[in-house]
């Protein structure tokens, strides 16, 4: 299965831009990106996902470069509920299993 | 209700002892699956299922065994309990096509 890599930890101030980068190197023409977060003590919640055109939805935006190796989870402004683990993800098109790497944790200072 | 309800939602138990956890869904999705989550760490995938008569090994399974007793219902059950099996479990639910996941809250189990 093709494997993601995210930075551990990063940091934003409330109210500004956070941009979370994922390489996804192997993947392939047929696998989806996806993202989701966890919250403290919850489980993992789905925040967008796309294949080859950028999204946008109520929670974020995803960017996703020309080639497919590399994509970037926007979110607009941080607030302080923002603050969780994000979890780059790939899927095949057909919605098979899907397998977490370790995630960036996120942290909003206010 | 809960989109994916996970009972128990916390369990301590004893080394040894058979123990079962239980998932229940009401997406009317055929897709479920079981993950284990050590602290500090993602999530990993123990068993997956497409239907009811589909049950498919994850990247973990040794010591585990699941039960899809219908479509809404998939249980998660440790025969004989050790102590590197304390850990935070979900359950998952999905779409056949490439749809969004939803996960349960989690229950975190502790086998002393």
């Known amino acids: 299965d093709a494997k993601t890599t995210q930075p551990n930890s990063m940091e934003s101030n409330e109210e500004e831009p956070v941009h979370l980068p994922c390489n996804h190197s192997t993947i392939s023409g047929t696998d989806y990106i996806h993202w989701y977060r966890q919250l403290p003590s919850q489980g993992p919640e789905y925040v967008i996902h796309?294949?080859?055109s950028n999204v946008n939805n109520r929670m974020a935006s995803l960017a996703i470069a020309e080639d497919r190796k590399s994509s970037t989870l926007i979110l607009h402004r941080a607030t302080l509920r923002d603050a969780a683990v994000y979890y780059c993800i790939l899927r095949e098109h057909t919605g098979n299993q899907f397998y977490f790497g370790t995630g960036t944790s996120l942290t909003v200072i206010p | 209700d809960a989109d994916v309800t996970q009972t128990p939602r916390n369990r301590i138990t004893k080394t040894g002892k058979r123990i079962m956890l239980e998932c229940s869904q009401t997406k009317g999705h055929d897709r479920m699956y079981w993950y284990r989550q050590d602290p500090g760490l993602g999530l990993r995938l123990i068993y997956y299922s497409f239907d009811v008569k589909d049950i498919n090994k994850g990247e973990i399974s040794d010591g585990y065994s699941v039960s899809r007793q219908a479509q809404a219902k998939f249980s998660l059950s440790l025969e004989s309990a050790i102590p590197n099996q304390t850990a935070l479990y979900f359950c998952?639910?999905?779409?056949?096509?490439?749809?969004?996941?939803?996960f349960g809250q989690g229950t975190r189990l502790t086998v002393v």
């Open positions: 796309g294949l080859t």
């Open positions: 998952a639910t999905s779409g056949q096509r490439n749809t969004e996941a939803f």
